[in-house]
């Protein structure tokens, strides 16, 4: 089982990150993949979600029209690309996949697998 996000970093209120997520065959391979995200004292929550066939999004209201989530199933990639950054989008970002239960996955708990988080940081 393997999923490893990365392209996190310190961005100033107003710039752009996009971030990748290196997924194996087992944990990618017609699963719906996601985007979740843990500030520090708060809960992680769901950022974003694409289903297996790319058909399908879904985003927070808090994200919406500012980040984009895409996957390319031939590299088993899935990427966030985030635009307009805020301060509170500062962050762990974390890739899952493996939806289990209905669309889309709102709570942590719905998905099966979990990589190691980016920190993403933005100043104002």
């Known amino acids: 089982v393997q999923l490893q996000a990365s392209g996190g970093g310190w961005v100033q209120a107003g710039g752009s990150l996009r971030l990748s997520c290196a997924a194996s065959?087992?944990?990618?391979?017609?699963?719906?993949m996601g985007w979740f995200r843990q500030a520090p004292g708060k809960e992680r929550e769901s950022v974003a979600a694409?289903?297996?066939?790319?058909?399908?999004?879904y985003y927070a209201d808090s994200v919406k029209g500012r980040f984009t989530i895409s996957r390319d199933n031939a590299k088993i990639m899935v990427y966030l690309e985030m635009f307009s950054l805020k301060p509170e989008d500062t962050a762990v970002y974390y890739c899952?996949?493996?939806?289990?239960?209905?669309?889309?996955?709102?709570?942590?708990?719905?998905?099966?697998?979990w990589g190691k988080g980016t920190q993403v940081t933005v100043s104002s």
């Open positions: 899952a996949g493996g939806l289990q239960g209905s669309w889309p996955p709102t709570q942590p708990a719905a998905m099966k697998y």
């Open positions: 694409i289903k297996w066939t790319g058909n399908s999004t």
């Open positions: 065959w087992r944990t990618f391979s017609r699963r719906h």
